[in-house]
């Protein structure tokens, strides 16, 4: 398979003083990561609340909020070239056109004073060679092809007037106006009820097979919808990967008791007091994570070592990398 992205010790750090010392504090919320994608295929990225999934995700579109958080080093390679080497106008091109990004609430990419019309045609106009004319059509068909009644009428709308899972229609339908090779969906259909949330992932899955996009990032912190929609999947935690493989086979055979841990949560497993499954303990925080192992501290199957050294990610099957202490290099490949 041929990629289309190619992320190398990427770090991302953010900046802020210690209040009582006012010294400064490093919080590394990715913390060398590397990883692959590649054409056409999903690949999930997973983990909870504040292990790095959005950071990673907003890396790639030089999006972090300076001065405070900074890509401090690593590498970006977009079709072979390093994106993080691009600014401004450079920038610009690929943003949107060569790769769009799709917010978890809507808001964050909709404006609320410039109808829908106006803002598709804008990244038309911008990215592709039409008429403001010619883009107001192929906007009201993009509305359409996302199930949107009155596609033609409603373009006029304003987001306010629309409900949450329209607004992640329209938000999906202004990431594929300029015909994208690569979408990242960030958590897209966390603020949607169950019923609108399988309809927005079946568009996914749809749009993917109807050849529009090549590739996708699907961000979320659910490995029950990783498991149905993504080709691979990468677990985060702490800002790092800490288990990588097809989703097939993580599903049959994970190897990290993160991953597991995830795995029953999402499940819904019931323990013998008749009581969901959660992973003991609350994700650190990035002023106080524990030496060693990033997950020592609320692992069930912990060694010495997990408290001392971090172990580093290997290849423990073809293509299925683990970064535990209960596993080793020498282990069956």
Not at 219 to 227: A, E, R
Request: contains cysteine; aromatic residues 8%.
């Amino acid at each position: 398979m041929k990629k289309i992205l190619q992320i190398l010790n990427l770090k991302t750090y953010f900046f802020t003083a210690d209040e009582k010392s006012n010294k400064e504090i490093v919080l590394k919320a990715v913390d060398d990561v590397s990883l692959d994608v590649y054409e056409d295929e999903i690949l999930g990225i997973v983990g909870e609340s504040g292990s790095g999934k959005t950071v990673t995700a907003q890396s790639i579109m030089q999006l972090i909020p300076e001065p405070s958080g900074k890509i401090v080093s690593g590498e970006i390679f977009y079709k072979g070239e390093d994106i993080l080497k691009r600014h401004g106008e450079e920038l610009r091109k690929i943003r949107g056109k060569e790769i769009a990004y799709i917010f978890q609430e809507t808001y964050s990419s909709l404006n609320p004073v410039l109808t829908i019309e106006e803002q598709i045609c804008e990244v038309i106009t911008t990215h592709l060679d039409k008429s403001y004319e010619e883009a107001a059509e192929i906007s009201a068909g993009l509305l359409e092809s996302m199930g949107i009644k009155d596609a033609a009428d409603r373009i006029k709308d304003y987001p306010h007037q629309f409900s949450g899972g329209m607004r992640q229609r329209i938000a999906l339908a202004m990431a594929l106006a300029a015909k994208p090779a690569l979408l990242i969906a960030d958590e897209p259909t966390t603020m949607l009820d169950v019923t609108i949330q399988k309809q927005i992932l079946d568009l996914f899955l749809s749009i993917k097979k109807n050849k529009t996009l090549t590739s996708v990032i699907f961000i979320t912190h659910n490995l029950g919808l990783v498991s149905k929609y993504c080709d691979r999947v990468a677990v985060m935690y702490a800002g790092k990967i800490q288990e990588i493989s097809a989703v097939e086979e993580l599903i049959k055979s994970p190897l990290h008791p993160y991953t597991k841990g995830l795995l029953y949560a999402s499940a819904f497993v019931k323990d013998k007091d008749n009581k969901v499954y959660t992973i003991p303990g609350n994700t650190p925080s990035l002023k106080e994570l524990p030496q060693g192992c990033k997950f020592c501290n609320r692992c069930t199957e912990t060694t010495d070592n997990c408290f001392i050294d971090e172990p580093p990610l290997i290849e423990i099957k073809p293509n299925h990398f683990v970064r535990c202490h209960l596993y080793r290099e020498d282990d069956i490949k």
